[in-house]
C-alpha cells in the first residue's frame, strides 16, 4: 500500500475498506465466504519485542469485505462476548489469506456495556501499550480501522480491556510486493447526490458512481471521503464495487445526522463504484487516491507498519505534551523523529483518541507548515472517547501539527510509516512513456520512449527537497516537455547537502528497449556493443553499469563489431557479408563520440588475390599500428582429405589472413591460416551456400598478447581452436583446442592436454583472449546439443596443458549459435555476450556470482560486448556527444 494524505489534508484512514461496521438495526449476517479461526484466551499478554515486518508495498482489496468474526453469533467459532482482560487470537490463514500477506486491513467494532478499548497486535511480538478501539457505552457499536500485523504463522491477537462483543471484517492485505501501487491525487468530488435539487438515493438502492476518465484503467480500489446526508432515518451505508454483494458497512448515523468517513474500497473491472443505504439518503464522495497497477517506472513510497508506539498523551507529565488541549490550541508533533527511516518520511500512520470533552468539537490533523484546514479528522462529544486512524502529510522539518476546538485531552499512537525508497529524494518520479532502466536512487542515466512527441513529468518530492528540471525550478506536479528524438531532459533535486541530478533521453524510434537487472554490484565501468544487427539498422551503444544508455549513434547499416580506440573514438564494423566479410571497398569505420567519421580501416589486396576486410575483428596496437582479418576467396584447392563429404580436388575455400598495418595504413607483415593447419586437421568445415566456397577456418577472433611480444591470439570457430602465433617466427606456439592432442598436425606446434574439463574443450569457440597464462574463451559448442559457456583455462606452456579453471553456462541451457564473447577484467570478473540469447549480457564477479545482466524485449542479438574502464570516457562527455547518427563514408 503507498497512502499519503494532500497537502493541508488528512486522509481518515489507511488502506481497504474502512468499517463494516454493526449498528443495533442492522441484523447480523452469516458470510457466504469462509470466517478465520478464532480462539479466546484470558492468560496474561506480556509485552514482546517489535514485529520484525518488512515494507509494504502493494494493497489487494477483498471483494467483497470478508467477516473473519462475530461473537453475537458465533463466527468464527467464538460465541459470546470476549471477557474483560482476554484476548482473541485469529488464525486469518483460514479464512484463505494469501502466506505472502504480511498486514491485513481490519474493521475491528467493539459492542460493549461500559467504556474500554481493544489493542490490535502480532500475537508473538506481545501487546503493546496503545490501542486501536475506545468502545462507547450502551452497545453503541463503535469501529476503527486496524493495520493487523500478521505472525509467520498467519495469526492476529485482539485484546480486550472490557468485556465486548467484537465484530472483525477483513477488506483487503498488504504485501512486500504485488501489482498495486497507491496514487495520490487532489481531491476531487466525484458524485454528490444534493447538486441540482436532485431527488434522494431511494433506501435498499444500488447508486452507481461511474470513475472511468478519472482513474486510469486497471485501477483495482479508490480512496475517497465518503458522507451521508439528509438521512431519512437511522441507518448504514456500504461502498463497494459494482456488481459486488456486500454484506457489511461503512458509516452508521441517525436520523438527520450528517456523517462523513474515508475510504478505500475495491472498484469493477469497469472502474464503478456503488453505494448502497438501509434509508433513503444523499451520498457525497470526495476522491483522493486509488491503487492503480505498479508504474512501470520510479520511486515508490511503502507502508511501514509499526506494532504501536505512544507519541503523546496530554493527561500524563511526559513530553512532549503536558497538559489539557485549550479550545484553539494547536501543537506539534515530530513522529519519525530517531526511527531509520526518518530521513525517507513522507506521512505517518496514527491513531487519536479524543476523551474527558467539555462539549462537542472536532481534531483536524495536519503538516505543521500549512495553515489549519477546515476540514476535521475526530469529531467528538462530552462524557465519551473518539478514536480514529488517520494517515497525514509531514510538514517540511518533518512534522506534523493537531488542532482542538473545545478543551479536551489527546493521544497519539504511531501505527505506521511512509516512506520512499532508500536514498531517494522523490516519492514520485515518472513519464507517461515508457522510462528505462528500472529506476534506482543511484542511477542516472535512463531512456525514455517519447516516440517525438511532448512527454508528461510527474514529480513530488520528499520533505525539504527542491527540484530543478533544465535547469529551471519547479515545485511538483505534472510537467509537460517536449519529446523529440535525442533530446535530454536533466532533473536535479537538492535536500541539504545531497544532490541528485538524473538525465533522461527520449530515445529515437527503433531503439531497443533493454531491461537491466543486479542481483549483485557491478565494477565500475561502460559497456560497450552494437545492437540490433540483423535486419534494418543498428546503434552503437554505451551502457552504465545500471543498464542506462548514456551515449548511443544510428548506424546507417547493421553492424557487427565495435572497439573502443585508446583515443576514446569508436571503431564499428557494417556486416559485411553473412557469415564473414566479402565487400572489397568497405572495411572498419573510427568515429568520434560526435558520430563524425575519422578514419576507415580496409585489407590490402595481396598475391593479386583479393582481400576483401572481414567483420570480425579490429585489432588497435602501439604507435598507430592496427590489424585485421581478411577472408580471401581461393579456388583450385584439393579438399578429399576434409572431413566429410561434398568436397572436390578442385575447390574453393574462404582462407583466412591476418594484415598489420603501420601508421601510415601500409602492411607491414601478414599471415596466412591455410599454411600452417592441414585440412585433416578441421572438425566442422561448412559449405554455406550450394557451389560456394568452403568456410574452411573461420577466423573469428584476433586479440594481441599483452606480454609485449606482439604476438596474436586467434580464434578458429572450425578447427575448434585458439592458438597463439608468434609474430616474430611466424609460427604457432600452442593449440588450445577439442582435438586430442595426437591429432595431425602441419604446424608442428604442441596441442595442449585439456584437463579438468567434463566436455573436453572448447567446440565452435569464439573470442579467446590471454591473460597472463589464462585463455578466457566463448565456447558456442553450436550443433553439439548443449549448452553455449564462457570458460577459462590456465596454460602451462612446460607441461603442455590446459587446466579448465571455470565454466559458466548460458541461460537456460541455450546455444549462440555464431555468436558470443567473453571480456575479463583484473579483477577477476568478467562479462559474458551471449549473442541471441536472453539476458544478452551478463557480468560475473570474481567469485562467478551474477552481478550485472541486460535482455532485449522482446528480443535481440548482439556479437560481442565489452567492459571498457570508468576513465575511458567521462559521463558529461558521454551525454554531450549522444544522439544522431553515425557519418559514413
Known sequence: MILRSMRGRALFVVGAVLATSIVAIVQPVTPATAAAAASVSCAPTPAGPDADVPPLASFTAQEPPQRLVDTRIGTGGVTGRVGAGCTMRIDASAAGVPTAAEALALSVTALATERGYLTVFPCASGRPETSNVNARTNQMPTPNLAIALLDDDGTVCI??????????????????????????????????????????????????????????????????????????????????????????????????????????????????????????HHVVV????????????????????????????????????????????VRSLRPTAGRADDSQATAVVVNTVATGASGPGHVSIFPCDVDVPSTSV?????????????VVDLSADGEIC???????????????????????????????????????????????????????????????????????????????????????????????????????????????????????????????????????????????????????????RSGTDIERRSDGRIVWVPNLGSRYGVEPDAGYRAISL?????????????????????????????????????????????????????????????????????????????????DHFGYDEVPYPVRWDAGGPVDVWHMNALTATDDGSGDYIVTARHLDAAFRVDRATDQIDWILGALPVSAPQLSGAPRLQILNDPLGGPRRPHHAQLNGDVVTLFDNRTDMGQASRAVAYRIDTVAETATLLWSVSAPSGQTAFGLGSVDPAGDGSFVVGWGPVQPM??????????????????????????????????ASQLRASAGGIAEAP
Request: with cysteine.
Open 159 to 280: 485484546f480486550s480491556q472490557k468485556a465486548a462483543h467484537l465484530v472483525v471484517d477483513m477488506t483487503g492485505w498488504w504485501t512486500a510486493d504485488g501489482a498495486t501501487r497507491f496514487r495520490s491525487i487532489s481531491p476531487e468530488r466525484v458524485e454528490d447526490t444534493r447538486l441540482g435539487g436532485g431527488a434522494a438515493v431511494p433506501a435498499e438502492t444500488s447508486h452507481e458512481i461511474d470513475l472511468s476518465g478519472i482513474v486510469p484503467a486497471g485501477t483495482s480500489a479508490v480512496v475517497a471521503n465518503l458522507t451521508v446526508a439528509r438521512p431519512a432515518g437511522p441507518g448504514y451505508v456500504t461502498a463497494f464495487p459494482c456488481g459486488a454483494t456486500p454484506a457489511s458497512s461503512n458509516l452508521n448515523f441517525l436520523a438527520g445526522e450528517a456523517r462523513a468517513v474515508a475510504i478505500t474500497v475495491g472498484i469493477s473491472n469497469d472502474l464503478k463504484l456503488c453505494t448502497r443505504s438501509n434509508v433513503a
Open 286 to 329: 470526495d476522491l483522493m487516491g486509488f491503487y492503480e497497477p505498479t508504474p512501470q517506472f520510479g520511486p515508490t513510497a511503502s507502508l511501514t507498519p509499526v506494532a504501536g508506539t505512544r507519541l503523546a498523551d496530554s493527561r500524563t507529565a511526559a513530553a512532549p505534551w503536558t497538559s489539557r488541549f485549550a479550545a484553539g490550541t
Open 378 to 390: 475526530l469529531n467528538f462529544t462530552a462524557g465519551e472517547e473518539a478514536t480514529n486512524l488517520a
Open 402 to 556: 493537531f488542532y482542538a476546538s473545545t478543551p479536551v485531552d489527546l493521544v497519539v499512537d504511531l501505527f505506521g510509516v511512509m516512506a520512499a525508497p532508500s536514498g531517494s529524494l522523490v516519492e514520485h518520479l515518472r513519464f507517461d512513456a515508457h522510462t528505462w532502466p528500472a529506476y534506482s536512487p543511484a542511477a542516472t542515466d535512463y531512456a525514455v520512449e517519447c516516440d517525438d512527441a511532448p512527454v508528461d513529468l510527474e514529480l513530488d518530492p520528499l520533505v525539504g527537497t527542491t527540484m530543478r528540471v533544465n535547469n529551471v525550478p519547479v515545485s511538483g506536479g505534472t510537467i509537460r516537455l517536449p519529446g523529440d528524438d535525442d533530446r535530454l531532459t536533466t532533473v536535479s533535486l537538492r535536500r541539504g547537502s545531497t544532490t541528485q541530478m538524473y538525465y533522461f533521453r527520449c530515445v529515437p524510434d527503433g531503439f531497443p528497449r533493454l531491461e537491466a537487472n543486479r542481483p549483485g554490484t557491478p565494477t565500475p565501468g561502460w559497456y560497450l556493443t552494437l545492437t540490433g544487427m540483423t535486419g534494418g539498422g543498428s546503434f552503437a551503444v554505451i551502457l552504465d553499469e545500471y543498464g542506462g544508455p548514456v551515449w548511443y549513434k544510428r548506424l546507417d
Open 594 to 674: 560526435y558520430g563524425t567519421l575519422v578514419d576507415e580501416y580496409i585489407s590490402y589486396d595481396e598475391g593479386g588475390v583479393e582481400h576483401p576486410t572481414d567483420h570480425h575483428d579490429f585489432v588497435e596496437l602501439p604507435n598507430g599500428r592496427y590489424a585485421l582479418i581478411s577472408y580471401p576467396i581461393v579456388s583450385g584447392v584439393d579438399l578429399t582429405a576434409l572431413p566429410g563429404n561434398g568436397w572436390t580436388a578442385n575447390d574453393t575455400i574462404a582462407d583466412n589472413v591476418i594484415q598489420e598495418f603501420d601508421a601510415n595504413g601500409n602492411v607491414v607483415w601478414s599471415w596466412t591460416l591455410s
Open 841 to 874: 549480457i551478463q557480468e560475473f564477479d570474481a567469485n562467478r556470482n551474477l552481478v550485472f545482466e541486460v535482455r532485449q524485449l522482446p528480443g535481440g542479438q548482439i556479437y560481442r560486448v565489452l567492459k571498457e574502464p570508468k576513465a575511458a570516457w567521462s
